[in-house]
């Protein structure tokens, strides 16, 4: 019998309907009101109280809720045979996950009401901003007292734009202040948004009852309304993510033909079959093929296509696409509408403008979907411009690079990384976002390590069958999956458990970290003095080890001897051959480095004397040397030896990553591995 959950848990969760749920997502408790709204049964899947075809968001929530807190998780529940939303919070409990659920409102009219009081808060605090931009006109010096005035208003960032054109500094300020607002604004719109959308729906939908023909015509207004509203909303999410930075690029490869014709089938609907309009998509290249972000690409050509059709009241719209210089490729959207005036061509990328036309007047739009669009542009690497004469249509060309500059530097990465630098020692980065990878490789490049970049678990699994490194730095926050589980899977592993891993990710887990071993634990962002000072002293932890070289260089001997020092390896030297041979056989050494030339032996016949001999027979040699080897005596060598290394590339961290490799391969590269000779 599972406890009830403790009032502290109570405090941080909701206290509307209460449930715990064992680790699968089975029912263990539920309070009076569960039982009674929800029909819940201890012993029952939480997933059977779920509407059809929503299951797998309880599956998710379960899956979350088992490792941390979650907030405002929305799941559609069936009360009374009815579908009704509920808004989730939950958290580990006892092996387990406690969920508190809050029964979203369906009184649409309270939720209308709530939006007419926002917009007439939002209409209150664009009249005080009018008034500010009096006031910054006056006082120049109070400019920066009036822009904290207006964090409360995104529309003051609108007008900040127009009247604060010659002060960068000013707009900057103002830019910042619009996403936060808009973001909070926004956000608090969509909850009665879907309440009224939904409920509309209901309304008009003839299985839940008939309607008068006056009231279906009233609800089709406040749905009109709603989804113009919502659209808006959504704008503005939007244009605040590109404007914050946190937009997310998605490349895929796709075909230009596939694409226009996946946009025909989406903006046919939008031209009526009596319409004097024709919408026409033009064949491209059989072979145009682009690597970018399909979605945002789409994004931009619907809105184009979307306007192109609302200005033009007879003629047609035409989409094409085709190569442009310095692998870029161009789409238009022609139109045979009103046209453009040359001084309005510039003034429609800015936010929340709209050109004054008597065809203006009978299109609703919210003067946000080019200013959104020449943005999405930007983001792709690409340019939105516009040609257009009064009269006579418009054509707005969307030029992108072929394959996105991000796409090109990973790739460049990737490939880097397939050959490796024996000069450097790799290091394993498992990490979703480019630009933190470009970084990563920007700070190491400097080093004497390589970076091996991955983006997935899978990814990362098949670069450590290839390359053994020696560190691995690790997110474990990831797209679509985390690496708790891989991070686990290298601790584990006997033949991988040495090789230091460093956690560095943006949520505070450190304990969870820890407990699964990892050696370290950062958040981001990371300091480049400190990732290479922290890699280099994980490189150098492990067991103690007995190393022997054999060298007649003096100087190579001490610098073998200095790079060494404070790691867990413990250096003896020889001079000669038969001087080497001899400690190899007193000591027995976990590994011998052996020059190439020596005064009275080559290093095929060290090799002879230390494979005839059953205590030395097995202890991996690694052959370094500053001579140009035949291809004849590499081949021998590589048989032979663990591993050939050039005298002017070693460094301390090529140095320990050698070592660990090839005492990797005869068993003694983990901390816990027994002696091959014992």
């Not at 244009?239 to 903006?267: H, I």
């Not at 340019?383 to 991000?406: D, K, N, Y």
Request: aromatic share 4%; net charge negative.
């Amino acid at each position: 019998m599972t406890t009830p959950v403790p009032a502290s848990l109570w405090h941080f969760l909701s206290r509307e309907v209460a449930l715990v749920c064992d680790a699968s997502g089975t029912l263990t408790w539920a309070d009076e009101r569960a039982v009674r709204l929800l029909e819940a049964v201890p012993g029952q899947p939480l997933r059977k109280l779920a509407a059809q075809g929503t299951e797998d968001k309880v599956d998710k929530l379960i899956t979350l809720a088992r490792d941390e807190r979650v907030e405002g998780w929305e799941i559609i529940l069936c009360v009374a045979g009815m579908p009704r939303t509920f808004a989730f919070r939950g958290a580990p409990h006892e092996g387990g996950v406690a969920l508190v659920g809050s029964l979203v409102s369906e009184d649409y009219a309270e939720s209308l009401s709530q939006v007419s009081e926002t917009m007439s808060e939002l209409a209150a605090l664009h009249r005080e901003t009018e008034r500010n931009q009096r006031e910054l006109k006056r006082r120049a010096d109070e400019l920066l007292r009036l822009n904290r005035e207006l964090e409360e208003s995104n529309r003051g960032v609108r007008t900040l734009h127009a009247e604060l054109d010659e002060k960068t500094e000013s707009l900057v300020r103002a830019a910042e202040i619009k996403s936060r607002v808009v973001a909070n604004v926004s956000h608090e719109f969509r909850t009665p948004l879907h309440s009224i959308l939904g409920l509309a729906r209901l309304l008009l939908n003839p299985i839940n009852g008939p309607l008068a023909p006056e009231q279906q015509k009233q609800v089709q207004f406040i749905r009109t309304s709603a989804e113009a509203l919502f659209e808006l909303v959504n704008d503005l999410l939007d244009l605040s993510k590109m404007e914050s930075g946190k937009a997310t690029l998605r490349p895929t490869r796709f075909s230009s033909g596939d694409f226009l014709g996946a946009l025909r089938g989406m903006m046919k609907p939008l031209v009526p079959a009596d319409s004097a309009v024709e919408l026409r998509f033009v064949e491209p290249e059989a072979d145009l093929t682009l690597e970018t972000d399909e979605a945002k690409v789409s994004q931009v050509l619907r809105n184009l296509v979307s306007n192109a059709l609302k200005f033009t009241e007879k003629g047609h719209v035409t989409v094409s696409a085709e190569r442009g210089p310095d692998d870029t490729v161009c789409f238009r959207v022609r139109d045979t509408g009103i046209g453009i005036e040359p001084s309005h061509q510039g003034r429609i990328f800015e936010e929340f403008t709209q050109v004054e036309s008597p065809l203006q007047k009978k299109v609703k739009g919210t003067g946000l979907g080019l200013a959104l669009s020449r943005r999405l542009a930007e983001f792709l690497g690409g340019s939105l411009t516009v040609h257009s004469t009064p009269g006579q249509g418009a054509t707005f060309m969307l030029t992108i690079p072929r394959v996105h500059p991000e796409v090109q530097e990973m790739a460049g990465l990737a490939e880097r990384s397939q050959q490796l630098d024996p000069g450097r020692a790799p290091v394993l980065v498992l990490e979703d976002d480019r630009q933190t990878l470009f970084l990563y490789e920007k700070y190491l490049a400097r080093s004497g390590f390589q970076v091996l970049p991955v983006r997935t678990v899978d990814e990362a699994r098949r670069t450590i069958q290839r390359v053994r490194p020696a560190a691995v730095v690790l997110d474990v926050m990831l797209e679509g999956e985390t690496s708790w589980g891989f991070l686990s899977e290298l601790k584990g592993n006997p033949a991988t458990r040495d090789i230091p891993i460093l956690v560095v990710t943006l949520m505070d887990r450190e304990n969870k970290a820890r407990a699964l071993g990892a050696d370290e634990f950062w958040l981001k962002p990371v300091v480049e003095e400190q990732l290479l000072s922290k890699l280099a002293a994980m490189a150098r932890t492990g067991p103690v080890r007995k190393l022997l070289i054999i060298d007649d260089d003096d100087v190579h001997r001490y610098l073998l001897r200095q790079l060494l020092k404070d790691t867990p390896y413990v250096l003896a030297e020889a001079a000669t051959g038969p001087q080497g041979i001899q400690l190899a056989r007193e000591q027995v050494p976990d590994l011998i480095f052996l020059d190439f030339v020596l005064p009275d032996m080559t290093a095929f016949d060290v090799l002879d004397d230390l494979k005839a001999d059953p205590r030395t027979r097995d202890i991996p040699v690694i052959l370094h040397t500053s001579r140009q080897l035949q291809d004849d005596e590499r081949q021998r060598l590589a048989k032979e030896t663990a591993t050939i290394m050039a005298k002017h590339t070693l460094s301390r961290e090529v140095a320990i990553a050698r070592i660990r490799d090839a005492l990797h391969k005869t068993g003694l590269g983990t901390d816990n591995g027994e002696s091959r000779r014992g």
